[in-house]
């Protein structure tokens, strides 16, 4: 499966029934576009000489379309944008005969008129209608996959945006590494001047028993906070994943979920860094990221 965009458009027409008598110098233009949904949802505009044809046409979009609010609509008119088409020969006649038949049962039935014998015409159209499926479809088929390419050229400019932002994200986590150490020394600093002050608050007023327990919370909070090796190790995992994705030729059914978790992940290691951080630069560090996860969180959603 190629990587391909929720959004798209496609449209083309043709001639169908040419060979029929009762079809002749009708045209079908057909559109489909799409945007991105969490789900695949499908709506049909059809004529109603056609609205038999909704659930072939619904089966053939569900085969190559996976996610995405897509809509096709279907536009049936004569050629030259004529109002009325005359009624084919061989039906008026059929229609005099079979009136002429009546009448001999019935004297005093009323001639057909002008409106009953188009109105009748039309219901016949109808019925050769009928018979284009094949014709219908195939059209259909050759839209779908102009929406299809469209889709994953789409598709493409997004996994490129996505992988130049992957990459901007791996340079600020090679950035951050080593500015780690530093920042485990200041708060390794911050512990030891808390510390003197208990020991001093100790000497003065508390017991020996309250300047352990004040020590070892001081100890717990410093190996919290200054551990955020951890978190941009996790991040980095995440991001080569992400560009395993995006490179691999044969791209898994719901390639854009399973992104869209993997943002999630980054922008969860990329804020509890930032709230670890007691280092300025660490802390820029964060900020940078989460625009940019949030940037490539907005083109994920996009992707099917």
């Given amino acids: 499966m190629s990587l391909q965009s929720m959004t798209g458009y496609a449209s083309a027409q043709s001639h169908i029934g ?3 008598p009762a079809a002749h110098g009708l045209r079908l233009g057909l559109e489909i576009r799409s945007v991105n949904s969490r789900y695949l949802d499908l709506t049909f505009r059809l ?8 659930p072939g046409l619904r089966e053939l979009v569900a085969k190559n379309i996976k996610r995405g609010k897509v809509e096709m609509r279907i536009h049936l008119e004569t050629e030259g944008q004529a109002a009325i088409a005359a009624p084919d020969t061989q039906m008026l006649k059929n229609l005099v005969n079979i009136q ?8 005093d039935a009323p001639l057909l008129s002008v409106s009953e014998v188009m109105r009748m015409s039309t219901h016949s159209t109808t019925a050769t209608l009928q018979d284009l499926t094949a014709d219908v479809l195939g059209l259909a088929k050759t839209v779908i ?4 390419e469209a ?34 020394a200041t708060q390794k600093q911050k512990f030891l001047e808390r510390w003197r002050e208990a020991m001093a608050l100790a000497d003065a007023q508390a017991l020996p028993e309250s300047v352990h327990e004040r020590a070892l919370a001081e100890a717990a909070s410093f190996a919290i906070r200054a551990d955020v090796a951890e ?16 490179k691999q030729k044969n791209q898994p059914e719901g390639i854009g979920k399973r992104l869209d978790f993997l943002i999630q992940e980054l922008h969860r290691e990329a804020n509890t860094l930032g709230s670890k951080s007691s280092a300025i ?14 940037q490539m969180r907005e083109q994920v959603q996009n992707l099917e």
């Avoid at 004529?47 to 909704?54: D, M, S």
């Avoid at 002429?100 to 004297?107: G, K």
């Fill in 47 to 54: 004529p109603e000489e056609l609205r038999q044809l909704e």
């Fill in 231 to 246: 978190e941009i190790t996790r991040l980095k995992t995440h991001l080569d994943e992400i560009n395993r994705l995006l």
């Fill in 145 to 148: 996959d102009q929406l299809c």
């Fill in 18 to 20: 040419a060979d029929t």
């Fill in 100 to 107: 002429n038949q009546v009448r001999m049962w019935l004297p």
């Fill in 151 to 184: 889709r994953h050229r789409e598709g493409l400019k997004l996994a490129e945006d996505l992988l130049s932002r992957a990459k901007q994200l791996h340079t600020l986590s090679d950035q951050a590494l080593p500015l780690v150490p530093q920042a485990v």
């Fill in 281 to 294: 630069e660490l802390t820029r560090i964060s900020l940078d990221m989460k625009v940019l996860i949030e």
